[in-house]
């Protein structure tokens, strides 16, 4: 099974270093040419998308103790995914300087010249916005982490509470047998001295010896 992830894994990188070699060749294009290499950076990309679809099948058939070392690297690889669209899509309204110069000609006030620079600005927001958006994703992501763990510690406490709380009712009950014990002990101590104090009330010529083993008598 990891066989197959690790032919996709190489489908994918060769895939991805074409894409990335066409994304930087479409400023420098214009017209029909720009046009046919924008439709084959979609299409590969498209490509792309569906071989991580299928590394994720493979994912998920991986045994779960193994599982965690493919799932890190998919997530590297949307990420790739991620970064080669927002290049993509810069580079659609971008132009190189050989591409800007071939369009303003001499004249610097043109309606051209104004366009190019709104599709460049343009481009720089997008690249800003997006950056944003990555920043506000890692802080969230860094915030539910954050949550998470004071959930987890949380729960920790509350355990640890419970747990203290067996313990104290654990001693309160040893120590109520230990006082039943000696409460018994004592009880039996006096049961047996009754016992030795009669018997030797009844049979005055009664030595030692035979004192004990009436004593042990009486017990068993």
């Known amino acids: 099974m ?11 990188a060769v895939l991805t270093a074409e894409i990335t070699g066409r994304i930087g060749k479409v400023p420098k294009l214009l017209g029909d040419e720009k046009k046919q290499m924008v439709a084959n950076v979609e299409k590969q990309l498209e490509e792309a998308r569906e071989l991580l679809e299928q590394m994720e099948l493979e994912v998920r058939e991986i045994p779960a103790q193994s599982r965690g070392m493919y799932s890190s690297r998919m997530r590297s690889y949307k990420q790739e995914i991620g970064k080669l669209e927002a290049d993509f899509k810069r580079s659609r309204i971008a132009y190189s300087d050989e591409v800007r110069n071939e369009l303003l000609g001499d004249d610097g006030n043109s309606s051209e010249n104004q366009l190019i620079k709104l599709r460049e600005e343009r481009a720089h927001l997008l690249d800003n916005t997006e950056r944003l958006e990555r920043s506000s994703r890692r802080l969230e992501a860094g915030y539910q982490i954050a ?6 510690g949380q729960e920790m406490l509350e355990n640890l509470s419970q747990d203290r709380e067996k313990i104290q009712r654990s001693r309160e009950r040893l120590r109520e047998t230990d006082a039943n014990l000696g409460k018994s002990s004592r009880i039996l101590t006096g049961m047996l001295r009754r016992i030795t104090s009669g018997i030797l009330l009844q049979n005055p010529g009664v030595t030692s010896e035979e004192k004990t083993r009436k004593e042990i008598k009486v017990c068993r």
Do not use: K, L
């Open 147 to 152: 949550v998470e763990t004071e959930q987890i």
């Open 2 to 12: 990891s066989n197959d992830f690790e032919g996709y894994e190489q489908d994918f």
